[in-house]
C-alpha cells in the first residue's frame, strides 16, 4: 500500500485543521493505521491510532481530548482531527499502517507501511 498524507498547514493556537492519509494499490481495510509525528529536533512519537475497522482507537496523553483518528474504508482514507491546537503540536505528521494486523498499534517498528509526512505549524 502507498500512503500519501496531506491537509497540513500554519494555523494560530487554538485553531483547527484536518489532516488526510489516502491510500493507495490496496484497500485498508485488512491494516491497522496510526498517525505519528516528528517535531524539530525530536524523535518520532506516537499521535493515534485505529483498528482494521474503525471500532477501537488510542490516543497518546498529550492529544487526548483535542485529536480524533477516523477512517474511512470505502474512500481508502484516514483521518485526523485536530482541535484546539497548542504551539507544541508543530511537527511534520505521518501516517502509517500495518498489514493484517487488527489493531490499533503504538509503536513506530510494528508498522511497516508509512506516508511522506505532513508539515503542521502552530502559531502562538
Known amino acids: 500500500v502507498q500512503l500519501q498524507a496531506s491537509g497540513g498547514g500554519l494555523v494560530q493556537a487554538g485553531g483547527s485543521l484536518r489532516l488526510s492519509c489516502a491510500a493507495s494499490?490496496?484497500?485498508?481495510?485488512?491494516?491497522?493505521m496510526a498517525w505519528f509525528r516528528q517535531a524539530p529536533g525530536k524523535e518520532r512519537e506516537f499521535v493515534a491510532a485505529i483498528s482494521w475497522s474503525g471500532g477501537t482507537t488510542v490516543y497518546a496523553d498529550s492529544v487526548k481530548g483535542r485529536f480524533t483518528i477516523s477512517r474511512d474504508n470505502a474512500k481508502n482514507t484516514l483521518f485526523l482531527q485536530m482541535n484546539s491546537l497548542k504551539p507544541e503540536d508543530t511537527a511534520v505528521y505521518y501516517c502509517?499502517?500495518?498489514?493484517?494486523?487488527?489493531?490499533?498499534?503504538?509503536?513506530?517498528?510494528?508498522?511497516?507501511?508509512w506516508g511522506q509526512g505532513t508539515l503542521v505549524t502552530v502559531s502562538s
Open positions: 502509517a499502517a500495518e498489514y493484517k494486523v487488527a489493531g490499533p498499534l503504538r509503536e513506530l517498528y510494528e508498522h511497516d507501511y
Open positions: 494499490r490496496r484497500t485498508v481495510s485488512s491494516y491497522a
